[in-house]
Structures are given as C-alpha cells and as structure tokens.
C-alpha cells in the first residue's frame, strides 16, 4: 500500500481520498481507525478495557505497574 500526502493550503478543510483496486479488510480497517476517537488499551486481570485518549488526566506508575487516571463519564 501506497501512502502519499500532498499539502494544498488553499483548501477549507482537510480531505482524504482512498484509490483502491479493490475494498479489502485492510482498507475497511484503516477508514474505521480513521472514524473512531484515539483510545488506549488497558487490561485488568483477564478483561481488556478501551479508554479514550481525551479522559485520560495522567498516567502514575507504583510498584512496575502503570494506571491511568481519568475522568469519571
């Protein structure tokens, strides 16, 4: 896969075009990843949690582990 990025600082707003052979599980993937907010995977025990980027207050580390603090939503 090919990825090229051209600046046009005539353009209003920010526009991404995709020129696909053919729509694969690769490129529905990549324009999901494109529509969701950022989020960072945690896990507690056995049970794996996703938190968005925007929430997270600060990170702290205690005893070779690492928490994040976040907003309560």
Do not use: C, H, W
């Not at 090919?2 to 052979?21: A, F, G, P, Q, Y």
């Not at 969701?36 to 582990?65: H, M, V």
């Amino acid at each position: 896969m090919k990825v090229r990025i051209e600046i046009d600082d005539s353009l209003n707003e920010d526009e991404i075009v995709i020129r696909t052979k053919e729509y694969t599980e690769e490129l529905q993937q990549l324009i999901s990843n494109f529509k969701s907010k950022p989020s960072i995977q945690f896990f507690k025990q056995d049970t794996e949690y996703y938190l968005d980027l925007d929430a997270i207050l600060f990170f702290e580390s205690d005893n070779g582990r690492v928490y994040a603090r976040a907003y309560s939503q």
